[in-house]
């Protein structure tokens, strides 16, 4: 039985860092993707998990699988093509370590995961679905990831889903919406940014967008950046402060909450369509926890804490 399943992306991203002696800028290899890293971020909490997806037979593929069997995650539903290349990322930080994207995914693996190379007992035998958006980009994975859903709204799955978008990877912003937008009406569990309030709902305000969700959700989060998460149920919504910390790279916050986040849901063993504003908050505070300390060093996977260092954090915090 796994605690969390997730389908989507497993990608490398190069990651700015510095220059060479010649002048040149230099990137460094980090694993990533953001269904890979909400896994991680869950398996080092203390979850059983498992990845669907697909890389390429390149040396990038290779390090991916490697990287997710070290952190314990199982990878008998990752899927290996010699016939596309792993998708990659490279991506550029500003003095703020806010990030821009570039990608190298014409057509990345990742985008090639088929419906009948899905493992649905894998799925079925997992607590929470999770997936993103970018593999609602194309076909085959929009075919694979919406199979998938079917799949484990039949199995009782809790679905779990936080969009990313991504501009260069969509033909327009209309088209994005409309992808994006068509598998809420299956979830339980949303997260979003501040930046997608709009492209996600039509509402620009989080309070408001975090309502519009929960018209079929039964818990959606609006993530705020330094000022915490804007979390809301049926009863209401409030926001939930983050923790001081020193930001290195932005890359993996919001994976490393929602991680966070899934990992208290599950450890209250509460059911899923009777989470309180209270009981969503203090889910919150810990995703908020996992996410200070995820900013705080270079990397997606690479940050993601432990539930040791979480529960510090937390601990420290409390007393002061």
Known sequence: MFTVTAL????IDFTEKGYSENGQRLFEQNPGGAPANVLVALQRLGAQTAF?????TDMHGSYLRETLQNEGVNIEGLIVDDHFFTTLAFVALNSAGERHFSFARKPGADTQLRPDELRKDI?????????????LTGEPVRSATLEALKTAQKAGCVLSYDP?????????????ARQMRSVLPYMDLVKISDEETELLTGCARPEDAAAKLVEHAKAAVVTLGGKGAYVCTKEGGT???TFAGKVVDTTGAGDSFWGG????????GIAVENIT????????????????????????????????????????????
């Open 239 to 241: 926001i939930v402060p």
């Open 123 to 135: 799925i079925q035998n997992s607590r929470i679905f999770h997936t993103g958006s970018l593999s």
């Open 8 to 11: 989507g992306e497993l990608l």
């Open 164 to 176: 990313n978008y991504r501009a260069p990877l969509w033909d327009s912003r209309e088209e994005a």
């Open 261 to 268: 986040f899934l990992f208290a849901f599950l450890q209250s």
């Open 277 to 320: 504003l209270e009981q969503a908050k203090s889910f919150a505070r810990f995703g908020n926890a996992a996410a200070t300390l995820c900013v705080g060093k270079r990397g997606g996977i690479p940050a993601m804490p432990t539930l040791s260092e979480t529960e510090a954090l937390l601990k420290t915090a409390a007393t002061e």
């Open 52 to 56: 669907l997806g697909k890389v390429g």
